[in-house]
């Protein structure tokens, strides 16, 4: 699904910790500053899906169980430009992703709304180069039905002996160099 943020970032967050987010005034106390947004994601509240820029953008959330972690596909492994380090997500049993500007305790148009259980999960951000793949664009540089996402987004539950969580606004490590 396609989602879009006019206010430069992604972001994928438990409806439960922002119920009472229900107009502009609500969501600037709780979301204006980078340093709220921090507050949140080191609650395991809200995962940000960053490269620094508005826009539209291709994303894929799968969640996986402790029997069944999920992955990369090869044909996603294969286009991947970055990975993040795991954050941690604080499930009520749904994830929203959508910008950060959507942020709030229900869902609105252009919203993905995805089940995960209940419990500590582990959200890794996977940057997709879907103009890469062969026939993924069609002559207007749009995505083609079936190309890649610009993110795929995994969460799987925290694993024994995982205490170690990025708290960081931008997901991805500015390249070296």
Known sequence: ??????AGTVVLWDPHRFEAVVDHDTWEDELLE???IVRHVRAGALVPLNVG??????????SGTVAVPVGLTDREAAHQLAASQPYLFVSRGRALVGGVEDVGG?????VIVHPVPEGRHAVVVHLIDWQAEAGSQ???GR????ALPDFVVLINPV?????????????FEAPNG
Do not use: I
Not at 1 to 6: E, F, K, N, S
Not at 53 to 62: C, I, P, T
């Open 1 to 6: 699904m396609t989602v879009a943020t006019d």
């Open 34 to 36: 980078d340093e709220d």
């Open 53 to 62: 820029g508005d826009g539209a953008f291709g994303v894929l959330v799968r």
């Open 106 to 110: 229900d869902a609105s148009d252009g």
């Open 138 to 140: 069609d002559e207007g």
């Open 143 to 146: 995505p083609v039905p079936g």
């Open 159 to 171: 694993r024994p002996g995982q205490g170690t969580f990025r708290t960081a606004v931008h997901t």
